[in-house]
């Protein structure tokens, strides 16, 4: 069996990015109030009150959404970054590229945290709809990619359009928001994208070619995060001081530790994707089995992780886990070629990941996404891997690409989905009325829910439309 796999994209990287992405949509429109089970939030902020408690230890669905994304954005940096190397383009001058794009990152957390109706006025009108949705409009001339057919001048001329009508946007929040426009208002998960995309390609474009010093370098953040804490010691000062509070926090950095693991998959993926040939994707009718096996127990591992630590069933989820690698190890100790090679060394990094996460899991009282322990970001990361694994072999190996092409589609255009809820489709629903039926669903906690996976199928249909309209967004 020959899967139709072209191997031009990273497709299973994409439908990661993509799972991660939709997760987030769809855990930022679960009702909040109802009854539904402590498990469909954040494990800190639980029902039915939905107060943030960080003395609540575990993990849900939702806690892995942002790390999945995190470990995917990191495992792009080899391939964006390692074409502008192959072109002879020095350090320095792509060093300054990746601080500029972190910049336009940060100018975007900043924008889209403004053009959001109830930042611009708590009770929206429908002036502030339509202004909303003029901000989400504006951000395609501003970001969008034009064909090499138009010319600079016109291109030039589109994006100071947008632009200026961004600036206008602006300018007018603080007619309907007393507080006004402020740098320190900004979406605060794409700032630390911002953050992380800026120190982890650099730290990659100085590392590409000796893998210890990438180990080495995260190794010390681990150490600064441990000892950031000790009042009076200069490893506090690192910690705390930023001449742009707005911009920049070394606290944010420790994403890095999600973000470096997925530089060095990044590695191997390209490396894999570089190397391999039709026959390397080949599946006789005896091996297919075993093959859906191994995707098979990467998602099992996944779900017992996520039941056994938001259970807090530590002595259950060791043992779990012990024959999850056991079984793991079997299933991928025999290769037949370079795909079965490559799976076999993700599964190595992921076990290696998730079981230093669950060797931290006891320290800092327990794992949790808030306040982020060392736990969460070595279990998610380990996870990742594992999610990545089984993708690849749905994806490239299987050939199955069909059945996930609005995911990956999705994971192809992320920033277009993070925000086209907020800014598109909710002032649409509320300017059609559509929105009042909607809200008949929230009688019941299920069909409320219903209604979150109904208004998140409308972000993804509208991300899939301008994917194969090949409308994306460069920030």
Not at 2 to 9: A, F, L, M, T, V
Not at 292 to 307: D, E, K, R, V
Not at 385 to 401: A, M, N, Q, V
Not at 409 to 425: C, F, K, S
């Amino acid at each position: 069996m020959k899967p139709n796999n072209s191997n031009k994209r990273a497709i299973a990287l994409d439908a990661l990015r993509g799972v991660a992405i939709i997760g987030m949509v769809l855990s930022g429109s679960i009702p909040y109030g109802g009854m539904l089970p402590g498990w469909m939030y954040h494990a800190q902020v639980p029902p039915p009150n939905h107060v943030f408690n960080p003395n609540l230890i575990g993990i849900t669905w939702v806690d892995l959404v942002f790390p999945f994304f995190l470990f995917a954005m990191g495992a792009a940096f080899p391939f964006a970054l390692s074409k502008k190397s192959e072109l002879g383009i020095p350090n320095w001058k792509i060093c300054l590229q990746v601080i500029k794009r972190g910049l336009i990152i940060a100018a975007f957390a900043i924008y889209i945290q403004h053009i959001k109706p109830w930042a611009i006025e708590p009770s929206p009108t429908t002036v502030v709809w339509l202004i909303s949705i003029a901000g989400f409009l504006l951000l395609f001339p501003m970001l969008i990619k034009l064909p090499d057919t138009i010319s600079k001048s016109k291109r030039i001329v589109v994006k100071l359009f947008g632009f200026l009508g961004a600036i206008l946007i602006l300018f007018l929040f603080g007619y309907f928001n007393e507080q006004g426009f402020s740098l320190g208002r900004s979406d605060i998960i794409i700032l630390v994208l911002a953050n992380v995309a800026v120190a982890g390609s650099i730290i990659w474009l100085f590392t590409k070619e000796n893998i210890i010093v990438r180990l080495g370098i995260l190794g010390l953040l681990i150490a600064l995060r441990l000892t950031q804490s000790v009042d009076g010691s200069w490893n506090s000062l690192i910690w705390n001081i930023s001449p742009f509070p707005w911009l920049y926090k070394l606290y944010y950095l420790q994403y890095l530790f999600i973000v470096i693991p997925g530089t060095i998959i990044g590695d191997m993926i390209l490396k894999w994707m570089k190397s391999i040939t039709p026959n390397d994707l080949e599946i006789t009718s005896g091996r297919k089995n075993k093959i859906y096996m191994q995707a098979t127990i990467m998602f099992i591992s996944i779900l017992g992780n996520l039941i056994g630590l938001y259970s807090r069933a530590i002595p259950e989820t060791i043992v779990f886990n012990i024959l999850i690698i056991i079984i793991g190890f079997y299933l991928f100790s025999r290769t037949n070629n370079k795909t079965d090679e490559f799976l076999k060394s993700l599964f190595s990094w992921g076990t290696y990941w998730l079981v230093l996460g669950l060797f931290f899991e006891a320290y800092e009282g327990g794992i949790k996404k808030d306040h982020p322990t060392l736990s969460y970001y070595f279990v998610t990361t380990g996870l990742a891997i594992y999610c990545y694994i089984g993708f690849t072999i749905i994806l490239d190996y299987l050939g199955h690409k069909k059945y996930f092409q609005s995911v990956i589609e999705n994971g192809q255009n992320p920033m277009i989905a993070y925000i086209v809820g907020h800014t598109l489709i909710t002032p649409i629903l509320a300017l059609t009325t559509l929105s009042t039926l909607l809200n008949y669903l929230l009688i019941n906690p299920w069909l409320g829910f219903l209604k979150g996976v109904l208004f998140t199928s409308l972000v993804v249909a509208v991300t899939s439309f301008c994917t194969k309209q090949k409308w994306f967004w460069r920030t």
